[in-house]
């Protein structure tokens, strides 16, 4: 459960930091790592008693995470233990929003009709981390372009940008992702 619920949350923690590329949060660098590790306190004593390696897809609904137009509560939850208000916190985040934390994988989704993507599964050592190599750079959209769109331009666009980020990280080799063009 450890590393499933450790990448989960360098995933959280690393749309907050989108968010703050964009100017939409003026967090520091010890108010993510609080919160990261306040995700992960509030994850393993969430699923405790809901993790059942023998059977991954039992308990799924449970362990998801969800943003709809609302933050869900476990994530608002960390936010308070760490100090932060979740008016701040749901700001940074993509209008839509589902992450799925089982026993030996880890998805996401934007968006109501987005694909889903795996972010970290037991093939791989260690939890997942956005780590970028060879100084490559992604085109983050601006919080005004994304304004300018509709929710579904919103969540492509998002997405997309996440791709990027997956396909340049270090020794990552998860599956392939739809080829959108911005």
């Known amino acids: 459960m450890q590393i499933e619920v450790l990448s989960a949350s360098n995933f959280l923690v690393h749309l907050v930091c989108l968010g703050r590329l964009q100017g939409q949060s003026g967090l520091s ?3 993510l790592e609080e919160f990261r590790s306040a995700l992960v306190a509030v994850l393993r004593k969430r699923y405790r008693d809901h993790w059942f390696p023998e059977q991954p897809h ?43 934390i089982d026993p030996k994988e880890v998805c996401y989704r934007f968006g109501e009709n987005g694909s889903i993507c795996v972010l970290y599964d037991s093939t791989h050592q260690g939890a997942w981390k956005p780590t970028v190599k060879n100084n490559a750079t992604v085109a983050v959209p601006s919080r005004k372009k994304l304004q300018s769109k509709n929710l579904e331009e919103q969540v492509r666009l998002l997405y997309f940008y996440c791709c990027q980020i997956q396909r340049i990280e270090s020794g990552s080799t998860l599956g392939t992702f739809p080829k959108y063009s911005v």
Do not use: H
Not at 69 to 96: H, N
């Open 29 to 31: 660098e010890s108010q």
């Open 58 to 100: 039992k308990g799924s609904g449970y362990r998801c995470i969800r943003i709809n137009g609302i933050l869900d509560p476990v994530i608002a939850q960390a936010g308070e233990s760490s100090g932060l208000s979740s008016q701040m916190i749901r700001k940074t985040f993509p209008a839509e929003l589902t992450l799925w």
